[in-house]
């Protein structure tokens, strides 16, 4: 990890940009930049920070994320000295030979087995008593389906069936005509128009740090890492101040209009946000 850590630092230095600047730009707290530099990737707050952190930090100074957010899960894979020497052991310990315990005879019961006999030959003996008893005396009559109850009207004869043409309407009678989409009675006219939901949707192409506050009390609605594919939203109720640390990697849209990314990749950038 130290490795990955010394990359960093040279490529920080021959930008010669300083840690408050880095801190400024990425919004990553000093200590924890001092900790990257150092290698010492457990002293950040969890394994989703340090993806983002390592991420900000190389486009800050000149670096491809892809390749050292590569090269930290390659080293970080890797196991241990101390991992390595217990699979050596391992791999050296002889085992010993598994044995198959052989298996015991069971004596039979032989007076279970009579007794299980004689139970099969008293059912068998029932069910001959039972066939000769109904051969003698005769099967059960079956029972003749209840006759269908006749319809109304199913006593005519076929030339005295009752007609099955269609009654006229009364006169007078008025059907209301079919109201096509054109045709619909212009109700909806006079409704008031009601304006678009204050909603403000964010969606990132690229690792970014992003952080959303009121802006009369400067109080924290939203701060942290979104990943490529990830997205927010929230509903807006008062002036708010929206800021980025990689402009070019954040699609905005707002009251449903796309704004698109605000400004170009690794530029950091404030924008107000008006719900009038």
């Known amino acids: 990890m130290k490795e990955i850590g010394a990359i960093l630092k040279a490529a920080r230095e021959e930008k010669g940009l300083s840690l408050d600047e880095i ?6 707290r000093y200590k924890h930049l001092e ?3 150092a290698g ?3 002293q950040l707050p969890g394994e989703v920070y340090v993806k983002g952190f390592l991420g900000n930090y190389a486009k800050m100074v000149g670096l491809e994320a892809e390749e050292i957010l590569r090269k930290y899960l ?4 890797q196991p241990s000295p101390t991992e390595q020497e217990g699979q050596a052991l391992d791999q050296e310990k002889i085992w010993p030979a598994t044995v198959t315990p052989q298996k015991v005879p069971q004596q039979r019961s032989i007076p279970q087995k009579k007794t299980l006999g004689l139970a099969l030959a008293g059912i068998g003996l029932l069910v001959m008593i039972t066939m000769i008893i109904w051969a003698f005396q005769g099967w059960p009559s079956t029972v ?3 006759e269908p109850v006749a319809e109304a009207g199913a006593g005519l004869a076929p030339e005295q069936s009752a007609p099955t043409e269609p009654v006229a309407p009364e006169t007078g009678a008025q059907t209301a005509p079919d109201l096509t989409a054109e045709e619909t009675p212009a109700a909806e006219e006079g409704r008031d128009w009601v304006a678009p939901q204050p909603v403000l949707a964010v969606e990132a192409d690229e690792v970014v740090w992003m952080g959303l506050y009121r802006r009369v009390s400067g109080a924290l609605i939203f701060e942290g890492t979104l990943y490529p594919g990830e997205r927010r939203e929230w509903t807006l109720t008062e002036e708010v101040i929206l800021r980025i640390g990689n402009a070019g990697g954040l699609s905005v849209t707002y009251r449903g209009e796309e704004l698109g990314k605000l400004g170009s990749s690794g530029q950091v ?4 946000i008006t719900v009038e």
Do not use: C, G, R, Y
């Not at 390659?74 to 894979?77: C, D, F, G, T």
């Not at 950038?269 to 107000?272: L, P």
């Open 35 to 37: 900790a990257m530099e």
């Open 269 to 272: 950038i404030n924008k107000v």
């Open 74 to 77: 390659a080293l970080k894979n």
């Open 144 to 146: 003749s389906p209840a």
């Open 40 to 42: 010492e990737f457990d």
């Open 23 to 28: 801190q400024m730009a990425t919004k990553i």
